[in-house]
């Protein structure tokens, strides 16, 4: 039997839909999985606590210190 206009249509739209599969899996980039790479592995550490500001004095306690450096 002779292939007709529908089959081809048929043909073409089984081989789009195939090529688009194919793109789907492998249009994605790699270079984001990448990225995690070298920490494959290795302990998840925790970032330095930030520094704590010494403690500011009281307008009473400053003026308490400088008092006493006067004197």
């Known amino acids: 039997m002779a292939p ?3 089959d081809n249509d ?4 089984d081989l789009q839909s195939k090529i688009k599969m194919m793109n ?8 984001p999985r ?3 790479l070298s920490l494959a592995g290795k302990a998840i550490t ?3 606590a930030p520094r ?3 403690p500011t004095l009281s307008r009473r306690e400053l003026r308490r210190l400088i008092a006493d450096m006067v004197d």
């Open 34 to 36: 990448l990225a995690g």
């Open 46 to 48: 925790l970032p330095p």
């Open 4 to 6: 007709t206009l529908n």
């Open 24 to 31: 789907m899996f492998t249009n994605q980039s790699i270079i």
């Open 52 to 54: 704590r500001r010494s």
């Open 10 to 13: 048929n043909d073409n739209n």
